[in-house]
């Protein structure tokens, strides 16, 4: 079969983009749990036949640099492609299987034209609560990947269309919340239904076999775009370093570090000098810790080039196992998100070296995840996850943003409305919070505070967040932005709480206050022009 021509392959390009982009948009309309419906934490994504990823929707870079590494994990290791069926739905959360951590589950289902499997559709979402010690699924004390919650090994929860009884009787069994877990899966099944029906329309259009021609096309372009990209920065050797606070258990730090090695089209990612795997859940697995380099490879590109899974096929990752970024079996993983974020502005302080009209300082760099087990007075239960973000960091030519999802993030923020009328809980102050970005000649947008008190009998109160030690660094003589807080008030008085927090009991007036860090400032400060400097005593974003 000849090669497609660059009009009809740009057809079914974007034909494969808008049914990711309308499952998307299909979780969204159906979902049931706030995480999903109003915090969008979930992706969606269209796969070859043999599982790599062609085209997705727009939303976690987490998530989709990663939902391949998956898709491709389960079919090696655990349930061969030749065992799908038409009509299979195969889940999987479990982080040694292809998942990323609990709370996330993945769904696939293959999409087949005439008897041939032409594709696979995914969905990945988190999910409100997957049981284990911490509502949330997000224990800040776990010590073991046991503790977690439910983990789902890849297995068919529809075989042939019908719906395996059993495994979701299991799996509502074992979390806090199993009408919102169901009607989140639903939510995914509808949005793998109208990828299937998406692709075959175009299918019966241009046919099965030129779909998948089209796919591999797909790739191969995706690569020659990041060979030509890598091969526009200098050769050469960067590194950079930062460092997590702590792991929750142990009070010291762990080592982030990076070296990058740029040859000709080809880039090399050495991860070995990260520190060892932490006992607490701060760990990422490499599936994982590969989603942050991919990410911050397609940061610095000077041109777009289409995400796919071509993308990734000239950079090399080496990381040792046992280390906080290729963690070992059965290493905690529910807060994996710390290890990546900071692994993200690491390997982007490295890229700078190499590209620095490309780099903004670093941008928080934390998923400041609070999640409420509240306890109302009727005995019913209600799980809150709220996912806070801060300021991004300042860039060559222009501030950071306040407050706004940056970097592995794409998540909104759920509204006061939303919470207040699903849940015994108050937000009583939810600003912007001066003088937290860093000064610079281009300063780092804010952080921001938000507080929410108890209104009913009591709650349970777990944290999982970063950046109270290391701030988010500046940039060229930028400074670096601020570390963030947790406070508990009650009584009129004031306790300082860790940026690690496991099922704090808290009653009735309670006031739990949030402070997120800022971005870092990019150039030195005095080089920020007085008008610009007015403007900000003006508004008030320095103090």
């Not at 994504?45 to 990663?66: K, M, W």
């Not at 046991?146 to 509502?172: H, S, T, V």
């Given at each position: 079969m000849s090669p497609l021509g660059p009009v009809e392959l740009e057809i079914l390009r974007n034909g494969l983009t808008a049914a990711a982009a309308e499952?998307?948009?299909?979780?969204?309309?159906?979902?049931?749990?706030?995480?999903?419906?109003?915090?969008?934490?979930?992706?969606?994504?269209?796969?070859?036949?043999?599982?790599?990823?062609?085209?997705?929707?727009?939303?976690?870079?987490?998530?989709?640099?990663?939902?391949?590494?998956?898709?491709?994990?389960?079919?090696?290791?655990?349930?061969?492609?030749?065992?799908?069926?038409?009509?299979?739905?195969?889940?999987?959360?479990?982080?040694?299987?292809?998942?990323?951590?609990?709370?996330?589950?993945?769904?696939?289902?293959?999409?087949?034209?005439?008897?041939?499997?032409?594709?696979?559709?995914?969905t990945l979402c988190h999910h409100l609560d997957m049981g284990g010690m911490a509502a949330?699924?997000?224990?800040?004390?776990?010590?073991?990947?046991?503790?977690?919650?439910?983990?789902?090994?890849?297995?068919?929860?529809?075989?042939?269309?019908?719906?395996?009884?059993?495994?979701?009787?299991?799996?509502?069994?074992?979390?806090?919340?199993?009408e919102i877990l169901w009607g989140d899966l639903q939510a995914q099944m509808a949005s793998l239904a109208v990828g299937v029906a998406n692709l075959q329309k175009l299918a019966a259009r241009f046919g099965g076999a030129t779909i998948v021609q089209a796919c591999a096309q797909m790739l191969d372009g995706s690569e020659r775009a990041m060979r030509a990209m890598i091969g526009r920065?200098?050769?050469?050797?960067?590194?950079?370093?930062?460092?997590l606070d702590d792991d929750g258990i142990e009070d010291r730090p762990i080592r982030i570090h990076a070296a990058i090695t740029v040859r000709g089209e080809e880039m090399l990612v050495d991860l070995s000098g990260c520190g060892d795997q932490a006992l607490g859940p701060v760990n990422a697995t490499l599936a994982s810790s590969a989603s942050a380099v991919s990410y911050a490879v397609m940061a610095v590109a000077d041109e777009p080039i289409?995400?796919?899974?071509?993308?990734?096929?000239?950079?090399?990752?080496?990381?040792?196992?046992?280390?906080?970024?290729?963690?070992r079996h059965p290493a905690p993983v529910a807060n994996r998100i710390a290890a990546t974020h900071r692994l993200a502005t690491t390997l982007l302080g490295a890229l700078h070296q190499a590209v620095p009209g490309r780099v903004p300082a670093a941008y928080y760099g934390v998923s400041y995840v609070c999640s409420f087990q509240a306890l109302?007075?009727?005995g019913s239960r209600g799980v809150l996850v709220e996912i806070e973000v801060g300021g991004s960091g300042g860039h060559p030519e222009q501030d950071g943003l306040h407050a706004f999802t940056?970097?592995?993030?794409?998540?909104?923020?759920?509204?006061?409305?939303?919470?207040?009328?699903?849940?015994?809980?108050?937000?009583?102050?939810?600003?912007?919070?001066?003088?937290?970005?860093?000064?610079?000649?281009?300063?780092?947008g804010l952080g921001l505070v938000r507080e929410w008190r108890v209104d009913c009998p009591a709650a349970v109160f777990t944290a999982n967040g970063e950046r109270f030690k290391f701030r988010p660094y500046g940039l060229?003589?930028?400074?670096?932005?601020?570390t963030g807080r947790l406070t508990l008030l009650r009584d009129g008085e004031t306790r300082l709480l860790g940026s690690k927090v496991n099922n704090l009991r808290l009653q009735r007036g309670d006031v739990i206050r949030l402070e997120t860090s800022g971005g870092g400032g990019f150039g030195p400060p005095d080089a920020r022009p007085e008008a610009q400097q007015a403007r900000d005593r003006a508004l008030g974003y320095v103090v």
């Open positions: 499952m998307d948009v299909t979780v969204w309309r159906t979902s049931r749990s706030t995480v999903v419906r109003e915090l969008l934490d979930y992706s969606t994504a269209i796969f070859d036949r043999d599982g790599y990823n062609v085209a997705q929707s727009a939303r976690i870079p987490q998530h989709l640099n990663s939902m391949s590494a998956g898709l491709l994990s389960v079919v090696r290791d655990h349930l061969s492609l030749d065992l799908w069926e038409e009509g299979d739905v195969v889940v999987t959360n479990d982080p040694y299987c292809g998942g990323q951590h609990m709370p996330d589950i993945l769904a696939f289902r293959p999409v087949f034209v005439d008897g041939a499997r032409i594709a696979i559709v995914g949330g699924s997000y224990a800040a004390t776990a010590t073991e990947v046991f503790q977690e919650g439910l983990r789902i090994p890849p297995l068919k929860l529809y075989k042939r269309g019908a719906l395996n009884e059993d495994l979701l009787a299991m799996m509502r069994q074992n979390v806090r919340q199993p920065i200098p050769d050469g050797r960067y590194e950079f370093e930062d460092f289409p995400a796919n899974a071509g993308c990734y096929r000239p950079i090399t990752v080496e990381a040792r196992e046992g280390s906080i970024v290729h963690a109302r007075e009727d940056s970097g592995m993030h794409n998540n909104s923020n759920i509204p006061v409305e939303m919470i207040e009328s699903e849940l015994p809980l108050i937000i009583t102050r939810y600003a912007l919070l001066p003088g937290t970005g860093g000064a610079g000649r281009h300063r780092g060229d003589g930028g400074e670096p932005g601020s």
